[in-house]
Structure formats: structure tokens, C-alpha cells
């Protein structure tokens, strides 16, 4: 069909796949060697089998500049957040595609290839850079630790673009009477668990990490294997182990007010005048990062607000973006800032390559953009909207009575009834019901009966939410859009009919 473009390009440029070791110390110069294609002074008897093809081989020197823990790269979730720089070799006066060197801070080893099964001792902390070189390959390490002494223990390989599932075992190492080495599990990891998006924007990762603490002083190994069975020179990781290092990552999804059944769109910021759009915060832990988190947005435009939200120890919550009746037309790029336990961080935006029908039943992926797009239309205005509370805080005493006067707009005579309820609080609230007619009213957050709200003392952040059922005239736009596609699906229709 005519909305299935795509781009060809031919060059005799160097095509780099990818290099080994996988990262670099930031300021630090290193040799790397890169596979890929017409690479200069690459020989045939350097070609490499990684995967089914062969590819070229290529030793470089390379500096990483020194600021180079960055994490603005486009792609999935959890790659996009792999600090990295991006390298191009020049070759035949041409540069080759970027390719992304993860960078470390961490003091690197690299593992032996030839160790088969026997285990290579490594010193706490470091990163080792490996590769599952041969099939059902497994790399074995030792170390020592002191008691209650606590790690962070993670592989990095499909973060990095290698096709793998690693997984790994911690086993406490001893030595009986007789001399003979006994092996005890004492922690296991699989694929990620941070998958704060769940099944609307899911961000899986086969990668596997956990925090380990020593029960008891003395020598441990670890036992790292490729779960596919596939190796190969591509097949590449980097296992860290060190002390934790807690911070997060913040992601932005428009949200949906409303879904058709399971059904997956992709979704963008737009504003009608006077009306509001929801944004999906999703908080990204980190090595065990547990604290509270708010949230701000910055560089709104003229008539459009949107007020702080505690994000707090949770996994998401929910920014609510607000355009007054006579906000202008506006397009531009907004900033959504987390701050918590000293660390700041901006949200990325989240999004879908493709909608869907049914989550249950089809595949989607999920992208990462580097900024938030907001746009404020010129079209009608919002059928209700909200008038600002004189008040922006409101105190509870538990066991005693809260009402709040509410008042909206209705800014089209097709809205009917309205029912107003209250989200994000600890306890169910009361619900107020607005005729046709009406446009004010007092809901009841707190009725004072005991134990509404929790004993101790709290802070939430919780919003207003208006739904009813009005007669909506689409744009003219839309209307006609639907018209010639219907005109086209009946020409279609007679012209399979005169075939038979």
C-alpha cells in the first residue's frame, strides 16, 4: 500500500556490528576490536563466523572522551538507559554507521576464553567482559567476600544488543574434611523484574541481576550461562560485581483516559482548550532504590499548568496537564523532572511503534524517545473541564467530616449527566452527581467515620475525575477522512465482485 514506504541506501562506507570488549573506561584510551563489514585494512583470513555470517575483524585505538556516561539513545527501554558513546571508524573517506560503546567506572577484567570449566578468580569490585563463545557455553568466577558484605550482581547482554537470556547462580564454596570442594546455591537470577509499564507498555528484558549479601565470610563462585544455548563471537556480556550504586529512571506515556477492551494506541500529548491530558509516570528502581521520588513539570506554555505530583515509594503515578478555555495554539517540547534521595532525573518519553487490537494475543514493542512533545490545538474546545480550586491543599483529621465544593465548565449544550469521584486516595470517598443543568456541587472526601484513613500521619496526591456520556459531531476533517475511505473500501468491493 501507498503507507508502507521505506529507504535503500547503498555505500561503500564501513558497516560496523559490533566490538569486543563491549565498554571503556570514560578518558581512558583502549583497544577495541570491531567486526562488521568493508573495514580498511581488514584481511579474509580475519573473518569471523558470529551468528550465520562472517564478518570482518579490525583492532582500533580508541579514547572514550571523558563525559561520557550519557543515556540518550533511542531503541528499548532498558537499553536506552545504558550509558554509552557513539563511535564511527572512517574507511574508503567515508564514516561508518555509530556504534554505541557502553562506558564503566567500574575496574574491568576480561575473561578468559580458554578457562572451559574452570573458574577464573576476580577481585570485588570489578566488571568482567565476556562473550558466550561456543554452544551452552558457561563461564564460571570466584571471589571472596566478608560476612553480610553486600553486592550488586548484574549481567548486561541484551542491554548491549547481544541475542541472549543470560542467567546466573552464587554458590558459597567450601571444603570438607576429606579436601573435596562442596558447592551451596545461595542466590539465583533470571530475567529483570522492573516492569513498572505492565501490559500496556511492557518493558521486558532478559538480562539478570540481583542484590546479593554474603551470609558468611569466605569464598563464593558464580556460574554464568546463556539459557538460549547459542554462542558465538557476538554473543557478548559484561558481568558487574560491586556495591550497589541506588538511583532510577523516569519514563513518560500519554495515557488513555478511556480503552476500548484490550486494545494498545499509539498515543500522543495534544490539548484541546480547556480540556487536559493524562501522562503516565513510570519510575525505573534501581539497585535497590527505594526512596520517594516527585515529580515537576517544566516549560509549559502560556494558559496551559500542571501541578507537582509525589511520585513517592511507588512504581508510577499520574501527571495531569491542564489548558485553560483560551489557551493559544502551541507545539513544543516539555520537560518532566524526578528528584529524590539527592538525584535528579528527566523523564524520557515512552511510546509504541504500532497499535494494536489486543494485548493478550499480539506482539508489541515499546520505544524510547529523548523529549516530550506537548501540543495545544486549535480545534473546539473541550466538551467539560474543571475550574482551579481556590485552595491547592486540603487537611484531613481522621474522624472528622471533608467536603470539597466543586465547579466545572460546560463548554458544549450536548454534555448530560456527570458523576465526580475522587482517585488516589487511601480509602474510597464519595461520589457527586451532576444533572444535565448543573455545574457545581460539594463532594464528600472524608464522611469522618474511624479508620477512613490510615492512623499515621500522611501526604497523597489525589485528583478529580468527571465521566458522562455527550453527543459529539466529529471534525469536519474526520468526518471526511471516513467518508473517502468508506468510498473506497465500496470501489474495492465492486471491482472483486466483477472478477468472480
Same mark, same amino acid.
Given at each position: 500500500g501507498d503507507n508502507y514506504p521505506y529507504r535503500l541506501s547503498l555505500t561503500a562506507a564501513p558497516h560496523v556490528e559490533? $566490538?569486543?570488549?563491549? %565498554? +571503556?573506561?570514560?578518558?581512558?584510551?583502549?583497544? #577495541?576490536?570491531?567486526?562488521?563489514? *568493508?573495514?580498511?585494512?581488514?584481511?579474509?583470513?580475519?573473518?569471523?563466523? %558470529? +551468528?550465520?555470517?562472517?564478518?570482518?575483524?579490525?583492532?582500533?585505538? /580508541?579514547?572514550?572522551?571523558?563525559?561520557?556516561?550519557?543515556? =540518550?539513545r533511542f531503541g528499548q527501554a532498558h537499553s536506552a538507559f545504558v550509558p554509552y558513546v557513539s563511535y564511527r571508524?572512517? +574507511?574508503?573517506?567515508?564514516?561508518? *554507521?555509530?556504534?554505541?560503546?557502553?562506558?564503566?567506572?567500574t575496574p574491568v577484567l576480561v575473561a578468559r576464553e580458554d578457562a572451559g570449566d574452570r573458574s577464573q578468580e576476580v577481585v570485588i569490585p570489578?566488571? /568482567? =567482559?565476556?562473550? #558466550?563463545?561456543?554452544?551452552?557455553?558457561?563461564?564460571? @568466577? =570466584? #571471589? *571472596? $567476600?566478608?560476612?553480610n558484605q553486600e553486592l550488586w550482581v548484574a549481567v548486561i547482554s541484551e542491554r548491549i544488543g547481544s541475542s541472549t537470556d543470560p542467567s @546466573?547462580?552464587?554458590?558459597?564454596?567450601?571444603?570438607?574434611? &576429606?579436601?573435596?570442594?562442596?558447592?551451596?546455591?545461595? %542466590?539465583?537470577?533470571?530475567?529483570?523484574?522492573?516492569?513498572?509499564? &505492565?501490559?500496556?507498555?511492557?518493558?521486558?528484558?532478559?538480562?539478570? &541481576?540481583t542484590a546479593f549479601k554474603a551470609p558468611e565470610e569466605g569464598l563464593y563462585r558464580i556460574i554464568l550461562t546463556n539459557q538460549t544455548g547459542s554462542g558465538g563471537t557476538d554473543q557478548l556480556y559484561r558481568l558487574l560485581l560491586r556495591e550497589p550504586r541506588p538511583s532510577f529512571d523516569l519514563i513518560a506515556i500519554p495515557w488513555e483516559q478511556t480503552r476500548v477492551a484490550n486494545r494498545v494506541d499509539i498515543a500522543m500529548p495534544n490539548i484541546s482548550p480547556g480540556g487536559m491530558v493524562e501522562l503516565r509516570v513510570v519510575a525505573l528502581r534501581h539497585e535497590g532504590f527505594s526512596g520517594e521520588i516527585d515529580l515537576k513539570v517544566e516549560g509549559l506554555p502560556a494558559g496551559v499548568t500542571a501541578l507537582p505530583v509525589k511520585l513517592g515509594t511507588g512504581r508510577s503515578a499520574t501527571?495531569?496537564?491542564?489548558? %485553560?478555555?483560551? $489557551?493559544?495554539?502551541?507545539?513544543?517540547?516539555?520537560?518532566i523532572r524526578g528528584s529524590g534521595a539527592g538525584l535528579t532525573r528527566e523523564a524520557r518519553f515512552g511510546t509504541t511503534p504500532w497499535s494494536i487490537r489486543d494485548w493478550s494475543k499480539q506482539f508489541f514493542e515499546t520505544r524510547l524517545g529523548p523529549r516530550i512533545p506537548l501540543s495545544v490545538?486549535?480545534?473546539? *474546545?473541550?466538551?467539560?473541564?474543571?475550574?482551579?480550586?481556590?485552595?491547592? +491543599?486540603?487537611?484531613?483529621?481522621?474522624? &472528622? =467530616?471533608l467536603e470539597i465544593p466543586v465547579q466545572i465548565t460546560r463548554q458544549s449544550t450536548a454534555t448530560g449527566d456527570l458523576t465526580i469521584r475522587a482517585e488516589g486516595l487511601p480509602d474510597k470517598t464519595g461520589e457527586l452527581k451532576l444533572s444535565g443543568s448543573s455545574e457545581q456541587g460539594i463532594i464528600v472526601i472524608s464522611s469522618g467515620r474511624e479508620n477512613e484513613f490510615p492512623r499515621g500521619p500522611g501526604e497523597w496526591t489525589f485528583r478529580l475525575r468527571a465521566e458522562g456520556k455527550a453527543r459529539y459531531q466529529p471534525s469536519k476533517a474526520t468526518a471526511d477522512h471516513a467518508r473517502a475511505q468508506h468510498q473506497a473500501l465500496v470501489v474495492r468491493k465492486r471491482a472483486h465482485a466483477d472478477t468472480l
Open positions: 559490533f $566490538a569486543f570488549p563491549p %565498554a +571503556g573506561q570514560p578518558g581512558d584510551a583502549g583497544i #577495541f576490536t570491531l567486526y562488521g563489514y *568493508n573495514l580498511p585494512d581488514s584481511k579474509p583470513d580475519k573473518k569471523t563466523l %558470529a +551468528g550465520n555470517r562472517l564478518v570482518e575483524s579490525q583492532e582500533v585505538k /580508541i579514547r572514550l572522551p571523558p563525559d561520557s556516561l550519557r543515556t =540518550h571508524l572512517r +574507511g574508503n573517506e567515508l564514516l561508518s *554507521n555509530p556504534l554505541p560503546l557502553s562506558t564503566t567506572t570489578c566488571e /568482567i =567482559h565476556g562473550r #558466550f563463545d561456543r554452544t551452552r557455553d558457561r563461564d564460571y @568466577f =570466584h #571471589f *571472596n $567476600a566478608k560476612k @546466573f547462580r552464587i554458590e558459597r564454596v567450601t571444603t570438607s574434611d &576429606e579436601g573435596v570442594q562442596e558447592f551451596k546455591q545461595v %542466590a539465583i537470577a533470571d530475567d529483570l523484574g522492573n516492569d513498572p509499564g &505492565e501490559r500496556y507498555f511492557p518493558l521486558p528484558c532478559r538480562d539478570a &541481576e501527571l495531569q496537564i491542564l489548558a %485553560a478555555p483560551d $489557551a493559544p495554539q502551541w507545539d513544543g517540547m516539555i520537560v490545538t486549535d480545534s473546539e *474546545n473541550s466538551l467539560v473541564s474543571f475550574r482551579k480550586p481556590q485552595q491547592d +491543599g486540603f487537611e484531613i483529621t481522621m474522624g &472528622e =467530616h
